[in-house]
């Protein structure tokens, strides 16, 4: 279904003649296992390796040479990336970073690092070379920061009242106060684990026990991704961190 009516869009688009003045983004928000490491799906509890992480993104741009890309990029960058081809300026981009350098072959990379992971359970992070997931402790809760009450591990309605939420200005990047309220986190590894994508690109050798040293690089490159981040205390809690 989905070939279908996508190959509608770009019929459509040549029905038009649209493509020399219309830029088009196509991503995912995650993969999905098909076999892969024993599961099937988006399992609930599944370590997040590359299947479910590393998501499709294409750009089709007018101005620019098409070509494939390694560069690290991470979905808020589409963001950024919508504003400077509308050419909105002086505006907050959070998080984002522009992906027009790239496209323009006037930068090779606009990331030396990406975050990722699922809300509630491990953090992970690569640098392009390594992939390293970074266990939470179910023991301690995660803190929700939401303008509703949702329930942050499932669908999202209907919501549950939290009578418990405190209101307050809590995130640094967002001018308006939100809820505070907690729940439960989850596992999806028990360890840390540690791969080369390089040598490993299916993730099938975890390397966590036999290159300490990586290992230890890359966790504190994540204590350093999380506090320029300004992550709340809280997360360094859960996953056992000290902050940076």
Not at 55 to 77: K, N, R, S
Not at 114 to 124: A, C
Not at 135 to 150: L, N
Not at 205 to 220: A, G, L, P, T
Request: glycine fraction near 4%.
């Amino acid at each position: 279904m989905v070939d279908r009516w996508f190959g509608r869009v770009l019929e459509t688009i040549d029905d038009e003649q649209l493509w020399d003045d219309t830029m088009i983004i196509v991503t995912s928000d995650h993969g999905f296992f098909l076999g892969e490491h024993g599961w099937v799906g988006k399992p609930y509890k599944a370590p997040l390796y590359n299947v479910l992480a590393h998501t499709p993104l294409m750009i089709w741009h007018p101005e620019y040479q098409m070509e494939e890309h390694t560069a690290l990029t991470a979905a808020v960058d589409i963001y950024s990336t919508v504003l400077d081809a509308f050419g909105v300026a002086d505006v907050d981009r959070r998080h984002s970073k522009s992906l027009l350098s790239l496209l323009s072959g006037s930068d090779d990379k606009i990331r030396e690092w990406v975050l990722y992971g699922y809300w509630g359970s491990s953090v992970n992070l690569t640098d392009g070379r390594y992939t390293y997931l970074h266990p939470c402790d179910p023991e301690v809760d995660s803190d929700c920061y939401s303008t509703q009450m949702v329930n942050p591990h499932s669908w999202f309605t209907p919501p549950d009242s939290q009578p418990a939420a405190e209101s307050g200005q809590y995130l640094p990047y967002a001018d308006c106060p939100v809820w505070r309220y907690s729940a439960p986190s989850y596992v999806r590894n028990d360890q840390p684990m540690l791969f080369d994508v390089k040598t490993d690109p299916e993730q099938l050798n975890d390397r966590s026990e036999d290159d300490q040293s990586i290992k230890e690089r890359m966790q504190r490159l994540l204590q350093e991704a999380l506090s320029e981040k300004d992550a709340p205390e809280n997360q360094y809690d859960r996953l056992d961190l000290d902050s940076v």
